[in-house]
């Protein structure tokens, strides 16, 4: 088993403070905080990805609005239990913050695809029969819930989704298999039905896979997945 949990789950990200920081937690008498990154997209929406952070990486004006901001760390779940019902929170923990120089906005415009970083690697088991499916356009797609092991005998479950080729072959994933997965974090607006009639709006948060490995197996049925996809 690999027990290497830094190289299981780690994650880079560049993106501009949106909104105000909260208080998360404390551990020991050391504070944790919350807060918003706004991380663009190639097409030109924008992804807003909670980040977890100890009060012992961030200066008084780190988190101020519109700041630019390096983040390394992981993208972790935790269960929340809200009218008697569980629910699967994620954040990234950040390990390492890093402000980042702002260029002129020519230069902006000319790097911009340059400069975007989102970028996620995951090693973990698939713990839930990937789901498949196509839209009415007949887009491919399947769902997937990665077991990713972390110190302490923890473990933090990720959503993903895959996309057409990678979306075929995860159909056949079975339940235990060893993945490795890189991708990006995105953010997603869903609607909430309650039994009462009522809809609430809610944001999911998920890793778009880029590409898919199945790991610990013969070389000769290893598979690699690989699909560029630009996200809508």
Same mark, same amino acid.
């Given at each position: 088993?690999?027990?290497?949990?830094?190289?299981?789950?780690?994650?880079?990200?560049?993106?501009?403070?949106?909104?105000?920081?909260?208080?998360?937690?404390?551990?020991?008498?050391?504070?944790?905080?919350?807060?918003?990154?706004?991380?663009?997209?190639?097409?030109?929406?924008?992804?807003?990805?909670?980040?977890?952070?100890?009060? !012992?990486?961030?200066?008084?004006?780190?988190?101020?609005?519109?700041?630019?901001?390096?983040?390394?760390?992981?993208?972790?779940?935790?269960?929340?239990?809200?009218?008697?019902?569980?629910?699967?929170?994620?954040?990234?923990?950040?390990?390492?913050?890093?402000?980042?120089?702002?260029?002129?906005?020519?230069?902006?415009?000319?790097? !911009?695809?340059?400069?975007?970083?989102?970028?996620?690697?995951?090693?973990?088991?698939?713990?839930?029969?990937?789901?498949?499916?196509?839209?009415?356009?007949?887009?491919?797609?399947?769902?997937?819930?990665?077991?990713?092991?972390?110190?302490?005998?923890?473990?933090?479950?990720?959503?993903?989704?895959?996309?057409?080729?990678?979306? !075929?072959?995860?159909?056949?994933?079975?339940?235990?298999?060893?993945?490795?997965?890189?991708?990006?974090?995105?953010?997603?607006?869903?609607?909430?039905?309650?039994?009462?009639?009522?809809?609430?709006?809610?944001?999911?948060?998920?890793?778009?896979?880029?590409?898919?490995?199945?790991?610990?197996?013969?070389?000769?049925?290893?598979?690699?997945?690989?699909?560029?996809?630009?996200?809508?």
């Amino acid at each position: 088993m690999n027990t290497n949990y830094l190289e299981n789950n780690y994650l880079t990200l560049v993106g501009k403070v949106t909104g105000e920081r909260k208080f998360s937690h404390e551990i020991y008498g050391e504070k944790f905080y919350i807060f918003n990154l706004e991380i663009p997209r190639l097409s030109g929406n924008s992804d807003i990805i909670p980040i977890t952070v100890s009060e !012992r990486l961030i200066k008084e004006d780190t988190l101020n609005e519109g700041k630019k901001l390096l983040i390394k760390g992981q993208f972790r779940s935790y269960n929340s239990y809200e009218n008697e019902k569980n629910r699967l929170i994620l954040t990234v923990f950040a390990k390492d913050i890093t402000e980042v120089e702002e260029s002129n906005e020519e230069e902006n415009e000319m790097t !911009r695809k340059d400069t975007i970083t989102n970028e996620v690697v995951l090693v973990g088991y698939i713990c839930k029969k990937p789901i498949y499916r196509q839209t009415p356009f007949g887009r491919e797609i399947s769902d997937l819930l990665l077991a990713v092991n972390r110190a302490y005998n923890k473990s933090d479950y990720i959503p993903c989704i895959a996309w057409g080729r990678n979306a !075929r072959f995860c159909q056949n994933l079975e339940v235990g298999t060893e993945v490795k997965i890189v991708g990006r974090v995105q953010s997603r607006n869903y609607e909430k039905k309650h039994e009462d009639g009522t809809v609430e709006t809610r944001v999911a948060y998920e890793v778009s896979v880029g590409s898919l490995e199945v790991i610990n197996e013969n070389e000769d049925e290893k598979e690699v997945q690989e699909e560029n996809q630009e996200a809508v």
